[in-house]
Each structure stands twice: as structure tokens, then as C-alpha cells.
């Protein structure tokens, strides 16, 4: 999927690449996850099968990104299901010891990535929204993200789901209000 760097979503959109409500629960309750107020969401890395921009990224900026990666800070794309990367060969390239997923050389481990969901990182006004594989285009593809994505990664926040807004799923199908 290709989504421009850096122009923002329509201020109505929910911090999916989608279009749709972003899921969430709380206490178990099914509903939908929102930005606060204010927030503008800017997306990152969707680069479908080209790179824009390449060169080289900090090692700080991968390290942080490996990190929240493992710790959690992807949220779910609900339905919209597996992703392959565009770019490479065929999936055939992501399948080994029976899992599938790219795996990337990083800091001299090997770190195995999974193509669904999305980061969303806060910096001031603005929130960068960057698929979960933005390890594997940089360190893989040398894919540039934005300079002002890579000093929210360095100086933002990476935000989790208490961070977002939630509003609960109404059974009659109706979408929460902005």
C-alpha cells in the first residue's frame, strides 16, 4: 500500500491507514481507538513497491524502533489482515523455520518482523503513523523516512492504547462520532 510521506490525513480519519475505526477494548468491552483533539496524523514508510527516499538512518532511530516494536507500541489494523512487503521478490523470501515474516540483521541479532499493524509516535501537534515492516524497508530496502519523523522517533512518544482516546462499539454498526 502506498500512502505519501508526510501529508497529512483528512482531520476526521482514525490513526489506521484504512479509513476505519482503529479496534480497541477496554475491560473488555469492544470499541474504537481515536487521537485526541488537536493531533494531526501524518503517515510514514507506506511505500507500496518504490522506494521515495533513501540514504542512511541514525542507529539510534532503528534501535528505538526495534525496541517499542518489541515491547508492544504496534497497534492492531483490525481485519485488514497480512502484509508482504512490495518490494521484495515474493513471499517465498519470508518464509522460514515455519513462521513467516521478514527477518532483519540488526545490531547483530536477527530479529523476525510481522507485516501487520502500525506505530503511531506523538511529537508536539503531530502523530507519525509508520507500519510495523519500517525496520525492514530502512535496514533492508535503505528506505530514508522524514527528518521529522526520525526526531519524533528520537524525542516523541510512542503512544499506546491508554494514550488514544476510546469510544465503545455500538452494536447497531454505527461508527463513533470524531
Not at 497529512?8 to 483533539?37: C, E, M, N, T, V
Amino acid at each position: 500500500m502506498f500512502i505519501p510521506d508526510s501529508v497529512p490525513l483528512a482531520a476526521d480519519q482514525p490513526p489506521s491507514p484504512y479509513g476505519f475505526p482503529l479496534p480497541l477494548s477496554r475491560d473488555d468491552k469492544p470499541g474504537f481507538a481515536r487521537l485526541p483533539p488537536g493531533l494531526t496524523v501524518l503517515p510514514v514508510g507506506w511505500l507500496g513497491n518504490s522506494v521515495p527516499t533513501s540514504g542512511p538512518v541514525a542507529g539510534p532511530v532503528i534501535d528505538a524502533l526495534l525496541r517499542e516494536y518489541q515491547t508492544g507500541a504496534v497497534f492492531c489494523d483490525g481485519t485488514a489482515g497480512w502484509h508482504d512487503c512490495l518490494l521484495c521478490p515474493g513471499p517465498e523470501a519470508w518464509y522460514s523455520d515455519n513462521q513467516i515474516g521478514p527477518v532483519v540483521s540488526w545490531g547483530g541479532q536477527q530479529h523476525r518482523l510481522y507485516g501487520h499493524g502500525h506505530y503511531l509516535i506523538r511529537h508536539a501537534t503531530n502523530v507519525f503513523m509508520a507500519p510495523a515492516l519500517l525496520i525492514h524497508y530502512i535496514v533492508d530496502h535503505g528506505y530514508r523516512p522524514p527528518d521529522e519523523f526520525t526526531d519524533a522517533v528520537l524525542h516523541g512518544t510512542f503512544l499506546r492504547p491508554n494514550d488514544l482516546e476510546w469510544a465503545e462499539f455500538d452494536p447497531a454498526g454505527n461508527l463513533p462520532s470524531a
